[in-house]
């Protein structure tokens, strides 16, 4: 009988480890359907979890508490699983090149707990080769077992969107690799039982490997074209959003647009195919250019400020700026990578110490992430400029009154809005007399 069948007959049990945005997710549709050990070093997530919270709002707090899913923070029980699931992050040091700590010591963990005939599924991203090159050579070490004769290895690129309610894991295709066909083909079954729309069997682990990195990648040069369009179109004085809702009536437009590129996927990966692709000679020019470009969005914005600051007669270091979101994206309490971050540090230069409002974001992380001391919303009433930062539905949605009560009894002509995203009126606003800025 093979691994799935037993898998599927309850005789086996899958692992997550890694219970973040991606793995949390990935567990939860598998208790639907097989027994599921939910593994994450940090006890305190586990006791979130156990309680019914999703602090990730991936899922919700009632899909937490209806799960059948063993959420532990006890490695042991890593040995009860037949087939592991590998979701933990892969950041980068401060030099851009890529922190395998994460993933090095998640092998170590399912190495000291791995038994005969299991598969590891790696979900996280990586260069081309550190399934094989690292992962590998971990586990065996860690085990006393031999990959391809007493266990084997695959790797499955994490593809959610966090705080995406319509792309979701059931509905977004899955890349599925193994050592060999047998592998593939187990691993296949296996996640064809959550995956509703099907799985896409690469031919070896580096192509699906090098298939995660590109992806966003892509994503990355594209958004990266538009930013340094905003700037230019900013010395040109032309709205860079009349121009994208111009260009987009054209059937093949791509439809990006400007904005700050954080988080763990699209700012990151970048950076560990740059990481590879330089250790054999290929110094790249288009994917360096874009990430150059990307990751100075937030000084950019920041210098915006201070011009339109300046421009409506402030004194800057005593003007009273507060920023509307801190997460990295919309709708998602996510604060890793965010580059809210770099507009920050751009106006701390100018001895501005902004107000930080974000419902989404946990404070605790806001803190521990960036030093910052998230504040109500209903506190804030007397700005002179006012950040639209991250574009939360409450931010879209937002009347012409609760966007006049954040600021100071001033003339309109001086009271400054920079709308990051786009997503206010801005023939509404001008109409007003507002200082609007939008990038």
């Known amino acids: 009988m093979s691994l799935y069948e037993r898998v599927v007959n309850k005789e086996e049990t899958i692992a997550v480890v890694g219970l973040g945005y991606v793995g949390m997710p990935i567990a939860v549709a598998f208790a639907k359907k097989v027994d599921v050990i939910g593994f994450d070093l940090n006890t305190h997530k586990i006791e ?5 919270v999703d602090p990730t709002n991936e899922v919700g707090d009632d899909a937490i508490r209806e799960t059948t899913v063993e959420f532990t923070s006890d490695a042991t029980r890593l040995q009860d699983a037949k087939f592991h699931i590998v979701a933990v992050p892969t950041p980068v040091n401060a030099d851009k090149t890529p922190d395998l700590s994460p993933i090095e010591g998640v092998s170590k963990t399912i190495g000291r707990n791995l038994s005969k005939g299991s598969i590891v599924v790696y979900e ?19 085990s006393g077992l031999k990959c391809g004769v007493d266990f084997k290895v695959g790797y499955s690129p994490e593809r959610i969107n966090p705080g ?9 295709i899955k890349i599925v690799s193994g050592l060999d066909e047998e592998s593939l083909e187990e691993i296949a079954k296996i996640y064809e039982l959550v995956v509703e729309v099907g799985v896409h069997r690469a031919s070896s682990i580096k192509v699906a490997e090098a298939a995660k990195v590109v992806e966003n990648s892509q994503r990355d040069i594209n958004i990266a074209f538009m930013n340094e369009l905003a700037m230019v179109f900013d010395r040109m004085g032309i709205d860079t959003q009349e121009v994208v809702d111009a260009m987009n009536t054209k059937w093949n437009a791509l439809r990006f647009t400007p904005g700050l590129v954080g988080g763990h996927c699209i700012g990151v990966d970048p950076y560990y195919f740059l990481y590879e692709a330089e250790k054999l000679g290929y110094h790249s020019q288009i994917i360096l250019s874009g990430r150059k470009i990307n990751d100075g969005m937030g000084s950019f ?3 915006a400020i201070i011009k339109k600051l300046i421009l409506a007669n402030k004194v800057v270091k005593q003007a009273n700026v507060v920023i509307l979101g801190v997460t990295f994206k919309e709708n998602c309490p996510d604060t890793r990578n965010s580059k809210v971050e770099d507009i920050i540090k751009r106006l701390n230069e100018y001895e501005i110490d902004p107000i930080i409002v974000d419902p989404y974001a946990d404070p605790l992380d806001a803190k521990h992430e960036y030093g910052v001391d998230l504040v109500p919303f209903d506190s804030i009433n007397d700005a002179d400029c006012v950040v639209f930062a991250v574009a939360h539905d409450m931010y879209r949605d937002m009347k012409m009154e609760q966007i006049e009560g ?3 009894e001033l003339p309109n002509k001086e009271k400054v809005i920079v ?3 786009s997503i206010l009126n801005k023939e509404e606003l001008e109409k007003s007399g507002y ?3 939008t990038l």
Do not use: A
């Open 406 to 408: 954040m600021f100071k």
């Open 124 to 142: 996280s991203t990586v260069y081309p080769g550190v399934t094989e090159d690292i992962c590998i050579p971990i586990l065996e070490k860690e």
């Open 48 to 52: 979130q979890y156990k309680n019914g």
């Open 419 to 421: 709308d990051i995203k």
């Open 164 to 172: 995406d309610k319509v792309h979701r894991l059931e509905n977004i």
């Open 435 to 437: 200082s609007y800025w």
């Open 301 to 303: 914005v920041g210098d």
